[in-house]
């Protein structure tokens, strides 16, 4: 159940800031509200839903601030996953991100296909660092993000100059440079929150 919420949520069918309407979703799904209501406290953990006393369940809006705080923390845990790969990577795991990386290459005319290949470059770069509590940290702040109404690679120009970022940190990996590897992903992560900001 909070699984098929959460899609809903995260494909923007439920509106950031909507009411959830619990009679109507219930009746829809053909389920009772208890686990409707065990699925919504699971995504207010998430950050996903937010609770309001009295007035029910409600998609999360995220604010300018609220967008500002998630980069900067998305900024310190991928950019320390990155010198972690940097230093302790096998080849084999390095070619594998390099493969990602020809993938993100090819997908730069289509906006969908390359945000998915960017999350799984990503993603891949945390499993690497193999840290279980900062992968479930950015799991949930990955979550937030995509509430954004204005997301970072939506921006005219953004995919391009996000592609040019993308080769520079392959580049640091496979120069097995931590330090330069974790300024890049740090200054990757400035530049999406500027392009995430509504104008």
Do not use: C
């Not at 406290?41 to 601030?65: I, N, Q």
């Not at 310190?76 to 070619?95: G, H, K």
């Not at 440079?177 to 890049?184: A, E, I, K, N, Y």
């Amino acid at each position: 159940m909070a699984e098929q919420l959460r899609t809903r949520i995260l494909a923007h069918a439920l509106a950031p800031g909507s009411w959830i309407d619990e009679q109507s979703l219930t009746a829809e799904l053909g389920i009772s509200r208890t686990p409707l209501r065990e699925a919504l406290k699971v995504l207010a953990s998430e950050g996903l839903v937010t609770m309001k006393l009295r007035r029910g369940a409600y998609v999360t809006e995220v604010s300018a601030r609220d967008l500002a705080e998630v980069y900067h923390l998305l900024a310190l845990l991928e950019s320390d996953a990155a010198a972690v790969v940097a230093q302790s990577a096998t080849p084999a795991q390095l070619a594998e991100l390099e493969l990602l990386h020809r993938d993100l290459e090819s997908q730069v005319t289509d906006r969908d296909r390359f945000f998915a290949a960017n999350e799984r470059f990503h993603l891949r770069l945390l499993e690497i660092a193999d840290n279980r509590w900062r992968n479930q940290l950015v799991a949930d702040l990955r979550k937030v993000m995509k509430l954004n109404r204005h997301h970072s690679l939506f921006k005219q120009g953004r995919l391009e100059a996000s592609l040019k970022e993308h080769r520079r940190i392959m580049a640091a990996l496979k120069a097995r440079d931590g330090v330069r590897v974790q300024q890049l992903m740090q200054h990757h992560f400035a530049q999406g929150r500027l392009a995430a900001s509504p104008d």
